[in-house]
């Protein structure tokens, strides 16, 4: 997915990236919000890369740990940070969505950097069926 999405920008930066990833919840949530967290991480990384200066990135995240951590590295990369709460949603759901405008894009950060590598490193060696069961595609 990663190859297929910067061959089609082919060198240009967008305008607006919107994720709406999510891992395959387990109902645990201790096995879920990492997976949804590492997933935000990527997309964020991803956004680092990809996205023109003064730029808009929406994505799905789900509260809990690490939330507002990430919260705040999305805050340190963009003017204006919004949490939106889709009505269609369950009132005892985490899902929120993040609605970041006005890129400020400060150098990524030491964990984004490390998690954008690996993730590359797998995707080059190893074929999507060998994630399936991990709920990260």
């Not at 964020?44 to 509260?63: E, I, N, R, S, T």
Request: hydrophobic residues 45%; charged residues 20%.
């Amino acid at each position: 997915v990663l190859e297929t999405l910067t061959q089609k920008l082919a060198g240009e930066k967008a305008d607006v990236i919107i994720s709406d990833m999510s891992p395959n919840l387990s109902g645990n949530p201790s096995i879920d919000q990492p997976r949804a967290m590492y997933l935000a991480e990527l997309a964020l990384a991803f956004v680092q890369d990809h996205l023109k200066p003064k730029g808009g990135f929406v994505m799905k995240a789900f509260q809990g740990q690490e939330f507002d951590q990430f919260l705040n590295e999305l805050r340190a990369t963009f003017h204006s940070v919004t949490i939106r709460k889709p009505k269609a949603s369950r009132d005892a759901s985490r899902e929120v969505y993040l609605v970041a405008k006005s890129t400020v894009l400060p150098a990524r950060s030491f964990l984004s950097s490390i998690l954008w590598s690996i993730y590359a490193s797998a995707m080059a060696f190893t074929s999507r069926e060998a994630f399936s069961g991990t709920g990260c595609v």
